[in-house]
């Protein structure tokens, strides 16, 4: 596990200081907002993966003690750091806001938890579409998960604009979200494992 | 008893209209064997399953003592096969020295030592990115990972093909040295039966999916002959020793036959068969009425 | 210890091993209690099978001219090399006297064996 996790941030080292900059300039103040950049998550398991396959990967792996399930975890908790990178520059914004300007953040922090359940739960849907089709013949049902998800946002967003997202929302999204990642990555190993063994 | 490190019985396995068919290999502790066959003939299916990456529609494969497959006990099998594969599969982002920081978290005996000098003595570069490097050198990357993790048993699929000659025989040292110890073993497929003859103990030979030939490497020598004769000489020994000769072979103008050395007279012109005479002769010949 | 095998040659190689393990023998290169090199070891040097390195060396042992100690290895037996030259030419012995009863039974005579026994050393490059 901890070798395939290495291998994977070995892997997309040159366009790590790339995401870390975008973090920086979206999260940042003034930036574009942490919401935004939350989406951004899933570029990293869709990277790595089309790595693993240009690499043809799963030949190597049948040389390693480690099954498909490592190889496929190391995707989902890569990009769950990247989402903590996020959210941390995000907290740090938010604290110097409210520093600044106290009063109302709770839109800001209402808004950025219901963008990181949106983003885990686009991702708990793309990954096994990616696993089971291969970069291939699942990109298109990716444009089209992350279409949709756009439009729940903008939906989302032209909702709050009029009501805030009630607080008690925002936990409930979340769980929702945690709740397809813990399905959705045993379902990936599975897929990759059924299609590497075929 | 001998201890095999590889025992498959009866091996199916139906990919559309490939299919290979009741294979059995079986590889003692300690040995080489050369897996020949023509591209296609089902090498790389069989190996595949020897390393437990692909279901076997029927029979059985043990590697190193374990039932191949999916199971925990046969990833626990994996910290002891070294594996090359035909194009190495490696990483292509990673450098040398990465690769073996990413591989001591896989494997839990490796040894960083023996990888560098593996790396050193091969003429690896540490810090060049796998894409960089040329075919040859890949291949002696992978074979450097596959040697440096306390592997008792060597996989090696056309790991010795498109290179060049010098760095073949570097890599046949390499194997050679390996099985001094008793408990090492290696299975090497190839279609360029040069390298096998060099090397190995045993021979099978898969041909459309079937095993066509499994026998010592050195029997084969004692079994097979080649008779450089004319089709009146041929037929007059035939009919002297019926059963003698079993395939011929009319390529550039020239008759060739295959023939079992025990059954020829003393005195028959029995020139000796290499593998590559065997293999093409037996999958090309025709039948001797 | 100085071993040459010949792909070339007509001869098997576990034959090859044991002639010249007996030439080496007969001469007192080799004497009564030294050690010889593993079979895996032996096999690994000259880059030949294991199984034909056995099978040498059983052949050797079977003849009488090495002994195997469990765990020790092999040794060369306890016979002077003259025993091993003595057998030897009593196996010539045995083997030309069945050629003088074939000979004569189809009436063939000294001299055209001698010829005949020439022209097959010189095939053979002796």
């Known amino acids: 596990m901890k070798g395939l996790l290495l291998k994977d941030l070995y892997a997309m080292r040159r366009s790590l200081p790339v995401f870390l900059l975008l973090i920086v300039v979206f999260a940042a103040p003034g930036g574009g907002g942490a ?15 089309s790595i693993d396959e240009r690499d043809r ?25 990247y989402m903590c990178v996020t959210l941390l520059v995000a907290a740090a914004r938010g604290a110097l806001s409210q520093s600044l300007l106290p009063g109302a953040q709770q839109t800001y922090w ?89 | 008893m001998t201890e095999y490190a590889i025992e498959a019985r009866g091996l199916e396995k139906r990919y559309g209209d490939f299919a290979l068919q009741g294979v059995d290999l079986a590889l003692p502790q300690g040995c080489v064997l050369g897996l020949v066959g023509e591209n296609g003939a089902g090498k790389s299916t069989l190996i595949r399953m020897i390393l437990g990456a692909c279901r076997p529609d029927g029979g059985t494969v043990t590697t190193l003592g374990v039932p191949a497959g999916r199971s925990a006990a046969f990833a626990r099998a ?50 060049q990115r796998v894409s960089q490097l040329s075919r040859g050198t890949r291949m002696k990357l992978a074979l450097a990972v596959a040697m440096s993790h306390g592997a008792r048993l060597l996989v090696l699929d056309e790991a010795t093909g498109g290179l060049d000659p010098i760095v073949r025989e570097e890599m046949l040292d390499v194997f050679n040295d390996f099985t001094r110890e008793e408990t090492h073993s290696v299975l090497l497929s190839s279609h360029i039966v040069t390298d096998l003859e060099k090397i190995c103990d045993y021979v099978v030979f898969l041909h459309e999916g079937r095993v ?39 390529a550039h103008g020239q008759l060739r036959a295959l023939a079992l050395r025990d059954k020829l007279p003393p005195d028959a012109p029995a020139e000796r068969a290499g593998i590559e005479d065997i293999m093409l002769l037996l999958t090309k010949g025709e039948e001797w009425q | 210890m100085n071993l040459i095998i010949s792909n070339a040659s007509k001869m098997p190689i576990y034959e090859q091993i044991v002639g ?23 096999a690994k040097d000259l880059r030949i099978s294991v199984i034909t390195t056995k099978r040498a060396y059983d052949e050797l042992e079977h003849q009488g001219l090495i002994v195997t ?46 010829e005949m026994f020439t022209t097959l050393m010189e095939e053979d490059g002796k």
């Not at chain 1, 919401?35 to 993966?49: E, Q, R």
């Not at chain 3, 016979?79 to 030259?85: A, D, I, Q």
């Open chain 3, 69 to 114: 100690v469990a765990g020790k290895g092999c040794f060369v037996a306890e016979r002077n090399p003259e025993w091993v030259r003595e057998d030897a030419l009593r196996q010539i012995e045995e083997h030309m006297r069945q050629i003088a009863r074939l000979a004569g039974e189809i009436g063939i005579g000294g001299d055209a064996l001698a």
């Open chain 1, 110 to 198: 209402a808004n950025i938890g219901v963008s990181l359940a949106l983003a885990l739960a686009m991702e708990a849907v793309i990954l096994p579409i990616l696993y089971r089709f291969g970069m291939e013949r699942g990109r298109p049902l990716c444009v089209l998960a992350i279409l949709v998800a756009a439009a729940l946002l903008g939906a989302l967003s032209g909702l709050t604009s009029e009501i805030p997202p009630a607080p008690a929302l925002v936990p409930a999204a979340l769980a929702v979200g945690a709740l397809l990642n813990a399905a959705s990555m045993p379902l990936s190993a599975r897929l990759y494992e059924r299609r590497m063994t075929a």
């Open chain 3, 20 to 42: 010249q393990l007996r030439g080496k023998i007969a001469s007192g290169e080799l004497r009564a209690g030294d050690v010889l090199p593993s079979i895996r070891a032996l």
């Open chain 2, 78 to 127: 994996r910290e002891e096969i070294g594996v090359v594969l035909d194009d190495a599969c490696l990483p292509q982002n990673l450098t040398a020295a990465q690769l073996g920081r990413a591989m001591a978290g896989v494997f839990a005996r490796w040894d960083e030592k023996a990888y560098r000098a593996f790396l050193n003595r091969f003429g690896v570069p540490e810090g």
């Open chain 2, 212 to 250: 066509l030939l499994s026998e010592e490497k050195d029997a084969l020598d004692e079994r097979y002959a080649l008779l450089p004769l004319d089709e009146a000489s041929l037929s007059r020994l035939a009919s002297e020793r019926p059963g003698a000769i079993l395939r011929t072979l009319r």
């Open chain 1, 57 to 81: 990967f799963d030949g190597l792996l049948m040389a390693l003690p480690a099954h498909g399930a490592a190889l496929v975890a190391s995707k989902y908790i890569l990009s769950y750091g």
């Open chain 1, 35 to 49: 919401s935004f950049i939350l989406f951004y998550a899933i570029v990293i398991p869709i990277n790595l993966i």
